[in-house]
């Protein structure tokens, strides 16, 4: 198993809160990305972490994953790592601004059937409050690389074309389930939920009112 994960993205919906980007914001006492590379190293020793031009992200790096520095955020964090997905194994891509639970981690390192996979929740959050669903990782294997160029083609098209505005990564769900990209609709075939305290930290508040930095705000 490869698992890249995804920390080249832009970052003005976080707006330079805390002075860092959001991948660096401080979780458990060390930044967001730090925690989630070393976690990943515990699942595989093949890890790689995209990351733009920025000294902060390399600190953030563990040892033993590999860094690739990107120029941009690119298309989406499919497209920006096309070639890093694995040819021979499965690729797992993690968002870099999540904050994920060990048992999330484990329920999208044990996902084996071989299938194009999305993990994330559905619709509002139980433990965040967060009223939108989420996608936090996505998992294919080598023989899926050609359709996933096709999906990630004609979703780049239409939104070129000004006819989609959503995220990636809901459009290439579903084009893999073969519904309407502009319908919100979760076939649990293609779609693990994870409802738990793995949170996107996209927003200031997101990480605000998450409950694990509440937690260490008070005991200060």
């Known amino acids: 198993m490869r698992v890249i994960i995804a920390a080249a993205g832009g970052q003005s919906k976080w707006g330079g809160y805390l002075g860092v980007p959001s991948h660096l914001a401080p979780v458990d006492g060390r930044p967001l990305l730090a925690r989630t590379v070393a976690q990943a190293l515990k699942l595989t020793a093949d890890v790689h972490v995209t990351t733009p031009p920025d000294e902060r992200y390399t600190a953030a790096v563990c040892e033993g994953a590999v860094q690739h520095v990107l120029a941009g955020p690119g298309i989406s964090e499919y497209d920006s790592t096309r070639d890093l997905w694995s040819p021979n194994e499965r690729t797992v891509l993690l968002y870099g601004d999540v904050y994920f639970t060990a048992a999330a981690l484990q329920k ?72 309407p990209l502009n319908r919100h609709r979760v076939d649990r075939h293609w779609f693990s939920e994870i409802n738990d305290l793995t949170e996107d930290f996209d927003y200031p508040a997101d990480y605000q009112r998450h409950p694990i930095v509440r937690r260490a705000v008070s005991r200060r």
Not at 118 to 128: E, I, Q
Not at 159 to 166: M, N
Request: net charge positive; with cysteine; glycine share 10%.
């Open 108 to 179: 999208i390192a044990g996902f084996n059937h071989p299938r194009y996979q999305c993990f994330g929740r559905a619709g509002r959050s139980r433990y965040t409050g967060c009223r939108y669903g989420e996608v936090f990782a996505a998992s294919w294997w080598p023989a899926h690389h050609p359709l996933m160029d096709e999906h990630l083609a004609r979703v780049a098209d239409l939104r070129a074309r000004g006819e989609i505005t959503r995220p990636t990564a809901w459009m290439l769900l579903r084009c893999w389930q073969g519904t």
